[in-house]
């Protein structure tokens, strides 16, 4: 809300931070400009929210470097983030679906920690539901002569039992002719609770625009079920 009267920076953290129940920072290349108090406005912010005993959800972009990145303001964000580890779990995300994945676990999460309830509705129980997301994340491999960094990716998929029922037998396998992603993750029977989460690590090769799909097959009372999800 466009205000005058008070140093620009405490406008934002009175209208941003004091009346909010929530906080996001997305972090992409950039860690901010420095402020009197802390080394960027939004590390002030974030800080703000912290002592005030909001709930702070920190998520950074591991897409691929433009060509003209800020190296100063990289290097600075790469500093935060390692202190910010030290302290708790960090968000990542490579493009914007993921990242409305993120938001909206978050969010979850918070509803539940608040205790605020929902409305009970008369209906049939979900059962068994899975929600499939792929994940990527980049990560230094080794150097080369001239002490430059050489990356790999990793890729996993978290699958996440949503519904309001155990999934037994519960198996991943890669499917479609000729597949380019195969799962790492261990491919024997095992059990995800309703509402818990389970990464699945993958590997992808050189297939030739095939689409990835993983099969997930379980059991659920007594009955073997299974659905494949488009994950590439």
Known sequence: MP???DHPQSLINA???DDSDVVFALFGTRLGSPTSGAVSGTVEEIERAIDQGK???LD???APLPNDVDTKQLEG???FRKEIQDRGLLGEFSNLSQLQYEVWKAIEFDIAAFALGAPVLNGPASGVQFQVQPQQEREVKDYDKRGKPRYKTRH?????NTGDEDAHEVT???VGENPSMVVLSDSGPTVIHAGQTRRVHVAHGMGGGVQDVL???WSEGGEAKGREFHVG
């Open 172 to 174: 991943f396998e890669a």
């Open 156 to 160: 996993w998929i978290e699958v996440t």
């Open 15 to 17: 209208q941003g931070v």
């Open 60 to 62: 950074v972009s591991t």
């Open 55 to 57: 709930s702070v959800h």
């Open 215 to 217: 099969c997930i097959r």
């Open 3 to 5: 205000q005058l009267g």
């Open 77 to 79: 964000l790469r500093a």
